[in-house]
């Protein structure tokens, strides 16, 4: 295996570990299940979405702060159909996801694709989806898992991929930047299981919140039965501050997301990391707004910094202040400049008051338990709007900077070790013209 294939398949393990131990089995979720219709189904599971994680409860494969994912398992048998009843949340962006042992990214199936964003699901008689058109959240929706799905079929995703008649499927529901950053307010939809003419309706799960504003301490333990990379996998498939696409597409991410990444050891002490590129136009703040909009390059994107470990933890930091300081800085806390440009600097936490000192620059944190560990920066730019021309999502080859940078041109970052001195007299340009 090549060093490339290497480092890779260390992360896709760390993927893979995290996906088979949050997915339940069928029996094992507790609470209490209510039939509706028919006899009821043996093994059905007591309650629905026994799993959530974000930064408080999971911090592991470079999760955003932005972001909650909750999850879901079934075992895939003839004839099984799951129908969800739901409401659209109040948050910037949701989507429903369904992935297939070994988990690989959704798959498609008769030419429907298995993932659902907000702003297609049709919305039930009487209500409206607010990612459709301007309206409040909290319409509902009716989407159904089943076998044999027409192409073009709305509001309906393939159970398993064509031929698969065992094995378990995952269904995982994003959100991300709900109001207010509260996620308990989302509410989880229902889950109605059909089968050889029995039904049984599955509530969510009464312990499924995680709340954001409480994240897991820097030294707390890490997560458990998340693999080691080997040694070799330390060495870089690419230089360093080389921003690359990404080839971790068959492992189970955000179908809606390319992954942008980049490798860098901190430097030393009195020098910084400038990134600079053009800002991305977005939607902004934490309500839905229809999609795709004019004037929007994507949804949502963020820069976030996880240290190069077995679990790839985001980067968490007691702030100054007492707080938390989290490796990620999402759109509307990147400050862009009069062009439109933004300068992300990457400091220790002692850096960062002079840091935010300097005019549009923006702080992002080393891990202060980890100072010398390998970092890994992700370059999220989440659903891409189809007239946006330099999505990474174009680009076709994998851990190449090149390739990488002829796509996004002047939205590819670019990175440079700079002297602090020299970011407070000259700015951001005076590192990186």
């Known amino acids: 295996m090549d060093v490339t294939c290497t480092r890779h398949a260390a992360l896709g393990l760390a993927v893979l570990a995290l996906v088979a131990a949050c997915a339940p089995t069928a029996t094992a979720s507790p ?46 048998t003839p ?15 949701a989507s429903l996801q369904v992935y297939t042992q070994p988990y690989a990214s959704p798959f498609t199936r008769n030419g429907v694709g298995s993932a659902l964003t907000d702003y297609q699901i049709a919305p039930d008689p009487g209500s409206v989806n607010p990612w459709q058109q301007q309206a409040a959240p909290g319409g509902h929706y009716t989407v159904t898992l089943r076998e044999d799905v027409a192409p073009g079929q709305g509001n ?60 897991r301490p820097p030294s707390s333990p890490a997560p458990t039965a998340l693999p080691t990379p080997s040694p070799s996998a330390s060495t870089q498939p690419v230089g360093q501050l080389q921003f690359f696409k990404a080839a971790i597409g068959t492992l189970g991410p955000n179908t809606d997301t390319p992954y942008v990444l980049a490798y ?6 009195g020098d910084v990391v400038v990134i600079r590129a053009r800002g991305l136009t977005h939607a902004t703040g934490d309500h839905p707004s229809p999609w795709p909009a004019a004037g929007e390059d994507v949804r949502y994107w963020s820069m976030c910094m996880a240290i190069e470990t077995g679990a790839l933890p985001t980067v968490m930091n007691l702030a100054p202040s007492g707080g938390v300081d989290t490796g990620c ?28 000192g300097v005019a549009d620059a923006t702080f992002l944190p080393f891990s202060a338990a980890q100072p010398a560990t390998t970092h890994i920066l992700a370059l999220r730019d989440m659903l891409a709007n189809p007239s946006f021309g330099y999505s990474p999502g174009r680009v076709t080859q994998t851990n190449d900077p090149a390739a990488t940078e002829t796509v996004m041109g002047p939205y590819y970052p670019r990175a440079a070790v700079c002297p602090l001195s020299t970011l407070v007299a000259a700015g951001a340009a005076g590192c990186l013209p």
């Open 31 to 76: 609470g209490t299940s209510a039939s509706a219709g028919g006899s009821g189904l043996a093994g059905a599971p007591a309650c629905a979405w026994p799993e959530a994680f974000n930064l408080s409860t999971a911090n592991t494969l470079i999760l955003d702060a932005a972001e909650q994912v909750w999850i879901d398992s079934f075992p895939i």
């Open 79 to 93: 004839g099984l159909q799951i129908v969800l009843s739901g409401t659209f949340p109040d948050a910037r962006y």
């Open 156 to 215: 309906t995703l393939p159970i398993a991929p064509s031929g698969t008649t065992s094995g378990q499927g995952l269904l995982v529901y994003r959100v991300y930047l709900p109001a207010g950053g509260d996620f308990s307010r989302v509410a989880l939809p229902t889950m109605r299981l059909e089968q050889g003419g029995s039904s049984q309706t599955i509530e969510p799960c009464a312990s499924f919140y995680s709340p954001l504003n409480a994240p």
């Open 264 to 269: 860098l050891t901190p430097p030393g002490p």
């Open 329 to 356: 800085r999402a759109d509307d806390e990147v400050k862009l400049d009069a062009a439109g440009g933004y300068a992300i600097v990457l400091g220790t936490e002692a850096q960062r008051a002079t840091i935010e």
